[in-house]
């Protein structure tokens, strides 16, 4: 059964940082690219961002310069490093690939 499952939401201050993770299971996690997305109250879910199998990482513009998408492939988990958090990144935060959704972790920047 392939599996994602997020952690590493929770509550910050704006400016501060968070570490989000996404474990895989089930899937050969090194050959898949894996893929970020984010959606906020009342709003379409967006992409944050996408790291290759080969490390190769892209990021949405609003994020740039913030955010940064690494893995370890031993681990089987992609990792959402965020810093310099604005308040409009508040959102559920979402790992995809291979057709599967993760259940998401809450991110919010409030102070």
């Known amino acids: 059964q392939v599996q994602l499952m997020e952690s590493g939401g929770g509550l910050v201050q704006p400016g501060g940082s968070l570490r989000l993770s996404c474990t895989a299971s089930g899937i050969l996690f090194s050959i898949n690219a894996i893929h970020w997305y984010r959606q906020a109250p009342g709003q379409v879910r967006e992409r944050v961002g996408s790291?290759?199998?080969?490390?190769?990482?892209s990021y949405a513009d609003s994020v740039k310069g913030r955010f940064s998408i690494s893995r370890d492939n031993a681990k089987n988990t992609v990792y959402l490093q965020m810093n310099s958090l604005k308040p409009e990144d508040t959102a559920v935060y979402y790992c995809?690939?291979?057709?599967?959704w993760g259940q998401g972790t809450q991110v919010t920047v409030s102070s």
């Open positions: 995809y690939s291979v057709g599967i």
């Open positions: 790291i290759t199998s080969g490390g190769n990482t």
